[in-house]
């Protein structure tokens, strides 16, 4: 591979307000080349490929376009120089033919007049060269999706694609259009395509990358021959590192059980069971989408609960009753903070007092001075950095509003279960550090926490048992001891080895 | 004393406050009638139908939602008071008719909103059609005229130098003020409005919430019916026609954003004070009635742009010093 790659990236920087998304990455791909990008959830690909397709600047480092500095302010102008991406979330327009979504905004025309015949000899030729027999006249939202993402690939080929980028392809499809797009790739790459496949099927990746790039916490930990590599080789680099000294050792002393599940089922997760003892740390790790977020939702009742049993301190809740969740002593601290946890405009007073407010007040009138005196107390003993509780929420830093947060459901006197949903998203080091001490208090304290992250580290840190999630079911339960980030990946991979 | 005069620069109703004032501090240069006890107290009395009903406006609005059926709901409780007045002989009795009235509305709008889960600028348009036509249906399109003579001293006494409805407007924005600051109640209501998601996971009744308000709304709104009827001394079903967007103006131009979760009630009170004010200004100066309305269109849209300006710059300068 000694010409000159169709794309080449050295030393890309990227960051964003609280975060060093992409620290020094090269990346590479020349013509005729399937290159694979891997990595865990937040290691830096969809930063990547939005760099690859100018929907993010750089904050350093260079990106040549055929030898040539890319001058790429955005992805029309990457589309023009033959750089297409292929979302994981389809961009078709259902009520539109497969021709028009092929070549939209872009109809062969004359007067103003669409030259329609041309357009459907076109797209029948797009169509067939990637092997999809459907008449261009079809509304696209009549297709399946592989239809629609071979229809994608049709429109990218039809911009003279030099680069296809692909992201999570086969995410929806069934082994045979796998198959059948796997085979794809291959005459793309005979035509001098290049491709950037990103995925987390791993046995696809060594089925049909040449060269795969793994990357870790925003970093190329690995840039190597597909030949050579496996399955466990590629979890161990795409995972393997160190604890952070983040975490402190926590000698757990479990009580009753807290929270009992049994069987739940939402719309969105299935047949879920556990508990969680006084005391006690329960992680759920997995990857994006797995369903965390949602069996959360479940749990506090926000989601109705179609089937199922959640016991907190032997008491039954009921199924949709968010009221009655926080009454017997259930917390949600949400993933969200900003569209679903603070009020911006309110104080931090008010904030932290929200769900306190019936132990705050006599028959409805709040008693100001204890309420003061509580929210004082935990701001304190969190370290909240404020003002003053009177200062507005939204003009704390991310951290601190996390920790008000948490505030607002240590002042429920009762509380019995605490669910995190990923604890420090979008905070700075520091602030995680204060955070994780601050978790390992609680139960130390005699609090039941229930910890959803889809950082590896910090599950693995934090919980005394760890249950992953894939597709809004549980596939494995660990203890401390026996969790590896490598089987916790394992698990929620869907791994050919695993699979049926 | 010192950070009262602080809080009050900073305050977002200072600048309605100073509007306020330089509107009277005009009107008064103009005609030398405006300053007068009598006018005063007209202007007041003018204010309290909008500043009762305006109530349970700001709260509903507080919520993010919105209430179209007040002025038909001013009608149909009015309807009702003098009806249940003639059957009973009754004021006590015509009061608690008209409120019970209210409060039925109220629910519907709130069940409607909250369970139907129909938008409310929806739900309430629909009410207010429905309560229109049904006005009209019930009394044939024709008023009713009241039967007992003490009935007229509620809208038009005095106790001591204040008309009665002003009394209750005082008495009722200081039960309002505690229950929207020193009450759970008025803390819910804002942290819906503020953010209905975070609200509904931080365990708070939302629904509950917003069906009360809207009951509260319908009686403050049936309240206004009654007072208005007494001045009136007959039910009409024509009462309180566009009475919704009047008072919906009054509050919005008192800082209360349609978004929810904004503004005060001591703001909402100052936007209605101004819009009386302006139009008993230009009735003292002679000025054609029909231009009453525009101007108050045009103060309406130059304060929500101002204020909107306002806060655009305020957010640059957080955000320039947060960067």
């Known amino acids: 591979m000694s010409a000159t790659p169709i794309i080449s990236l050295s030393g890309i920087h990227k960051r964003f307000p609280g975060v060093y998304a992409l620290k020094d990455v090269d990346f590479e791909v020349h013509a005729g080349e399937v290159h694979a990008l891997v990595g865990e959830n937040g290691a830096g690909k969809s930063t990547l490929i939005k760099i690859i397709a100018g929907a993010y600047g750089l904050d350093g480092g260079d990106y040549l376009v055929e030898g040539v500095p890319a001058q790429i302010a955005s992805p029309s102008e990457s589309i023009a120089k033959g750089i297409v991406v292929v979302y994981q979330e389809l961009e078709l327009v259902p009520a539109l033919s497969v021709a028009e979504n092929i070549f939209f905004g872009r109809l062969p025309e004359r007067f103003g007049r669409v030259q329609w015949r041309q357009l459907y000899a076109e797209s029948t030729a797009l169509l067939a060269q990637v092997g999809l027999d459907v008449d261009p006249r079809t509304k696209a939202g009549y297709l399946g999706i592989a239809a629609q993402h071979l229809i994608e690939i049709a429109r990218a080929l039809s911009h003279q694609a030099k680069l296809i980028v692909m992201d999570e392809p086969t995410s929806a499809l069934s082994p045979q259009e796998i198959e059948r797009l796997l085979k794809l790739i291959e005459e793309l790459k005979s035509r001098g395509v290049g491709v950037v496949y990103v995925s987390h099927k791993l046995d696809e990746v060594l089925q049909v990358a040449d060269r795969i790039t793994v990357l870790r916490d925003g970093g190329r930990v690995a840039c190597k021959e597909a030949v050579g590599l496996d399955e466990q080789s590629l979890v161990s680099l795409m995972v393997g590192r160190a604890l952070g000294a983040n975490f402190t050792d926590r000698k757990a002393v479990l009580g009753a059980p807290a929270l009992e599940v049994e069987n739940l089922s939402s719309a969105s997760v299935r047949d879920i069971s556990f508990v969680v003892r006084a005391g006690e740390i329960v992680g759920f790790s997995g990857l994006m989408g797995a369903g965390r977020t949602e069996l959360a939702r479940a749990l506090m009742g926000v989601d109705r609960r179609l089937a199922g049993q959640v016991r907190v301190g032997g008491a039954l809740l009921p199924a949709s009753s968010p009221v009655a969740s926080r009454r017997l002593g259930l917390g949600l601290v949400p993933e969200d903070r900003r569209e679903s946890g603070i009020f911006p405009r309110r104080s931090v007073c008010e904030n932290a007092s929200i769900a306190a407010l019936e132990s705050l007040s006599h028959h409805g009138r709040i008693r100001h001075t204890s309420e003061r005196e509580q929210v004082g107390t935990w701001v304190e003993r969190l370290a909240v950095r404020t003002p003053s509780i009177e200062q507005e929420i939204a003009k704390l830093s991310g951290g601190n509003q996390q920790k008000v947060l948490l505030a607002r459901w240590l002042l429920v006197e009762h509380i019995k279960v605490l669910i995190v949903d990923e604890p420090t998203r979008g905070i700075d080091v520091g602030a995680k550090a204060e955070i994780y001490t601050l978790l390992n208090e609680l139960a130390e304290g005699g609090l039941a926490l229930v910890v959803m992250s889809s950082e590896m580290t910090e599950i693995l840190g934090l919980c005394d048992r760890i249950h992953v999630m894939r597709a809004g079911q549980l596939t494995a339960s660990y203890t401390r001891e026996e969790a590896t980030a490598e089987n916790l990946l394992t698990s929620a991979l869907p791994l050919a080895s695993a699979r049926a | ?323």
């Open chain 2, 1 to 323: 004393m010192k950070t009262f005069a602080a809080r009050l620069l900073r305050s977002e109703q200072t600048g309605l406050l100073l509007a306020l004032v330089l509107l009277c501090i005009a009107i008064s240069l103009l005609s030398p009638v405006f300053f007068t006890a009598l006018n005063i107290k007209n202007v007041l009395r003018d204010a309290s139908l909008v500043a009762i009903a305006g109530i349970g406006m700001v709260m509903v609005i507080l919520l993010g939602e919105i209430d179209l059926s007040v002025g038909s709901t001013q009608a149909v409780a009015g309807i009702v008071a003098v009806a249940a007045l003639n059957a009973s002989e009754s004021v006590v009795l015509a009061l608690v008719a008209a409120l019970a009235c209210g409060a039925c509305i109220g629910l519907i709008n709130g069940l409607l909103v909250t369970k139907a889960k129909i938008n409310s600028l929806i739900a309430t348009l629909g009410t207010m059609a429905i309560l229109r036509g049904g006005g009209m249906v019930g009394t044939q399109a024709v008023s009713i005229q009241g039967k007992v003579d003490s009935f007229i001293d509620i809208g038009t006494g005095y106790i001591g130098p204040l008309p009665i409805p002003v009394l209750l407007v005082f008495i009722l924005f200081g039960l309002f003020y505690f229950a929207l600051h020193h009450m759970t109640f008025g803390r819910y209501i804002y942290a819906i409005g503020g953010n209905v998601e975070a609200a509904r996971l931080s365990g708070l009744s939302v629904d509950r919430t917003k069906i009360m308000v809207f009951m509260l709304a319908g009686v403050l709104a049936a309240l206004s019916a009654f007072i208005l009827a007494s001045r009136l001394n007959s039910g009409q079903p024509n009462a309180g026609l566009g009475f919704e967007l009047q008072v919906i103006a009054a509050v919005i131009l008192g800082g209360i954003s349609l978004t929810g979760g904004i503004g005060t009630l001591g703001g909402a009170f100052i936007g209605i004070l101004i819009l009386t004010v302006l139009s008993n200004g230009l009735v003292l100066l002679n000025v054609s009635s029909f231009y009453h309305d525009i101007a108050r269109g045009v103060v309406i849209i130059l304060a929500v742009y101002l204020d909107t300006r306002r806060k655009e710059s305020l957010l640059r300068r957080m955000l320039g010093s947060s960067t």
